[in-house]
């Protein structure tokens, strides 16, 4: 028997959802009982002071990254120590208090999380017993919501009192998600229609380098991107105090070496009935390049092409398991329902070095491989800069990383 649309749409439903999206999905710890709490327009901050604090003294404010859905803190503590190093604990071990900022809905538009920064740099000046300045920053995208809304306040005379501010693999230049899989997510949209949405999400398409908004288009950066930009610009890019440092982290090395994943590589391949046909590859170079063959029950084997992109998977950078995580929902599917996939290849780049630290667009082969030099690092606006010795996990919290981070702060 075959699988029905419904059978389908009900199969997707019940399980998690397809987030492409860093950090772990599921945690069995739970996040310790804040100090303080803080309700913020749109979003929450969490407050843990820092040992021998009774009060909030010496703040690190850290705002989330991009998913869907609101921030969890419980996935937030997982990250950042849990992994490789306990980050936090290390912060509060110095004497500086942690603040976590997160969002009501973390795909929404950056101008509105940056509200939610902007209300907790206030909060926290109000609140700091002493004078000592603050560390402001965020993973992923919260570097760059957290850079809107430093440059803001200074643009609409708001004193923050930042002394530091840091990006952890922050996608200055775009972020990427393969076209095949954001075609995918498109071509699924009436059995899936919250995969398509979180590619369409404000924040999304805020962030992505090349978007595309259905299964055919031609992959460009959106309106919504542009817009953005725009927004940046109107408060002159960046923050630019006279007593700020800007420091960014790199989940990927300045070698120009990549990652080892091989343009125009098969990486999922549907091997169930109802996905037979189905083919998504890695980005290659060149013109009319096959990035994806489309078949999903009974529709129409499509093809999906792509001319003028670089091999982008392959670069060096924070990386993201986005075909692994689909072929994963796929493949927990009912068997009967005829969706499983074979996935060769799991990962691919998702914020290359070279705009981690915003040294350059990432728009060819070159722009992504050249080595950076100490050139590119003087065109870069930030003062220091610190790259991962290969690229590994986007926003992976390494001891190498994360020691550096810690001999930055005020």
């Not at 000046?125 to 920053?137: K, M, T, W, Y």
């Not at 990549?258 to 189905?278: M, Q």
């Not at 030099?373 to 190498?400: I, N, W, Y």
Request: negative net charge.
């Amino acid at each position: 028997m075959s699988t029905t649309e419904k059978q389908a749409a009900d199969a997707f439903t019940s399980g998690a959802p397809i987030i492409l999206a860093p950090g772990p999905r599921t945690t069995d710890r739970t996040a310790p009982t804040p100090d303080a709490t803080w309700e913020l327009p749109h979003g929450t901050a969490r407050v843990y002071y820092g040992e021998g604090n009774s009060k909030l003294t010496r703040p690190v404010l850290i705002a989330d990254g991009f998913s869907s859905g609101p921030t969890d803190i419980n996935l937030t503590w997982e990250l950042l120590e849990h992994g490789p190093y306990p980050l936090l604990s290390e912060i509060r071990r110095r004497g500086r208090d942690v603040v976590l900022i997160g969002y009501h809905e973390r795909s929404a538009p950056i101008l509105q999380n940056a509200e939610t920064v902007v209300a907790a740099v206030t909060e926290a000046n109000n609140r700091r017993d002493g004078e000592h300045p603050l560390a402001v920053g965020g993973f992923s995208m919260g570097g760059l919501v957290t850079r809107y809304a430093l440059a803001k306040m200074e643009t609409t005379g708001e004193q923050h009192q930042t002394q530091l501010y840091f990006s952890w693999d922050s996608p200055h230049t775009g972020a990427w998600i393969p076209i095949a899989l954001q075609a995918f997510a498109h071509y699924i949209k009436k059995i899936n229609p919250a995969f398509s949405d979180q590619i369409n999400s404000p924040a999304a398409q805020e962030l992505l380098s090349q978007h595309i908004a259905n299964w055919d288009d031609k992959p460009a950066p959106s309106e919504r991107r542009i817009a953005f930009l725009r927004a940046l610009e109107a408060v002159g890019n960046w923050p630019r105090a006279r007593e700020l440092r800007l420091i960014a982290l790199a989940n990927g090395p300045d070698t120009g070496v990549g990652n080892g994943i091989r343009p125009g590589a098969d990486a999922l391949t549907g091997k169930g009935a109802t996905i037979s046909g189905t083919k998504l590859r890695t980005q290659s170079e060149g013109e009319s390049q096959v990035v994806a063959n489309l078949r999903v029950l009974t529709a129409p084997n499509r093809e999906v092409l792509t001319s003028g992109l670089p091999d982008i998977d392959g670069a060096p950078g924070g990386t993201l398991a986005g075909f692994g995580i689909l072929a994963d929902k796929l493949n927990e599917l009912p068997p009967l329902l005829g969706f499983g996939v074979t996935n060769p290849i799991r990962e691919h780049c998702f914020v290359p070095a070279v705009s981690a630290i915003a040294a350059r667009e990432p728009a060819t082969h070159d722009d992504l491989y050249t080595p950076i030099k100490d050139e590119d690092l003087d065109r870069s606006p930030f003062f220091a800069v610190k790259f991962a010795s290969q690229s590994e996990m986007h926003t992976l919290v390494t001891e190498e990383l994360s020691t550096w981070f810690l001999g930055q702060l005020p």
